[in-house]
């Protein structure tokens, strides 16, 4: 659709409403994103078989509209990179008139406890790559003040709580079908920068510079500022395709080709029945 039609679907959402007047919190769709197409499991299938899903074209997303595991939703693909994420959310929030935002995906795992197969859900999201030093301190977003974008507690908790039942349910499982360890749910700091980790010295750098960082993505914390600026609420989860160092090229391409799918079905299944049921 050209971005005349998608004026008109955007209109149709709610389009731009500063005030976010008239619309009923419960009418508006959850925006679920995740960086590649592998990330998102089958959830755009399972929207389809579900709902008549329609999708937009918009500033070359495709955004597709629908209700999958009861909740209705609009699901796109950010692509990689902190401003890929950033203005796929800015179309999420202001074409789509989203409620709230959550992203799915994978990441490496830089926590002395985090291992591949792992979970992490973040309470908080920094930007690692992000420098105005000796202007501003090293990681914060100049002008506005925050290094640490928060992530909204009541949806974290939701989220964890189904990844939670999703190990208690099928940890054992699915550790036994990847060959992965029974997967542990972790929650705290995930960073995000525009490179992919790759190299002992490199995570060794981002564990000194962040000692209470979990995992390291390209997206999460530019998602985070977007939602902060706009009050809109949002959280992160991330499954552990690697750790970050020079192994890291090859696992992260098995996981995300075997691994990740079946890891975001698991989990936004759980998490939007237990949504769209409350
Ligand atoms: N996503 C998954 N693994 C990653 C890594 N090692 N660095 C950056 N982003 C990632």
Redesign the pocket.
């Given at each position: 659709m050209s971005a005349a039609g998608a004026t008109g679907a955007a209109g149709a959402a709610g389009g731009i409403d500063p005030d976010r007047g008239g619309a009923s919190a419960s009418h508006r769709p959850l925006g679920i994103l995740a960086a590649l197409p592998q990330e998102l499991g089958d959830l755009i299938e399972a929207m389809r078989a579900e709902s008549s899903l329609r999708t937009i074209t918009h500033g070359q997303r495709d955004y597709h509209l629908g209700t999958v595991h009861g909740a209705p939703c609009v699901v796109t693909l950010a692509r990689v990179g902190k401003v890929a994420a950033a203005a796929t959310v800015s179309a999420l929030i202001h074409a789509f008139d989203v409620e709230a935002v959550v992203f799915t995906?994978?990441?490496?795992g830089v926590g002395s406890e985090v291992r591949i197969g792992d979970i992490v859900v973040a309470n908080a999201l920094l930007q690692h790559d992000l420098d105005a030093s000796p202007l501003f301190p090293r990681f914060e977003v100049p002008l506005l003040g925050v290094s640490r974008f928060a992530a909204d507690a009541a949806l974290a908790d939701q989220l964890a709580a189904a990844c939670e039942r999703f190990v208690a349910e099928a940890g054992a499982a699915s550790a036994a079908r990847f060959g992965t360890r029974e997967p542990r749910v972790h929650r705290g700091m995930i960073i995000s920068?525009d490179?992919?980790?790759?190299s002992a010295l490199g995570?060794e750098a981002l564990r000194a510079a962040l000692p209470d960082a979990l995992a390291?993505?390209?997206e999460g914390a530019a998602i985070a500022q977007v939602c902060h600026e706009y009050g809109v609420p949002c959280a992160v989860v991330r499954t552990i395709?690697?750790t970050?160092d020079d192994h890291?090229p090859e696992s992260?391409a098995s996981f995300l080709a075997e691994i990740a799918g079946a890891y975001s079905n698991a989990i936004l299944a759980r998490f939007l029945a237990a949504r769209s049921a409350g």
């Open positions: 995906g994978v990441a490496g920068g490179q992919f980790i790759a995570v390291v993505e390209m395709s690697d970050a890291a992260f």
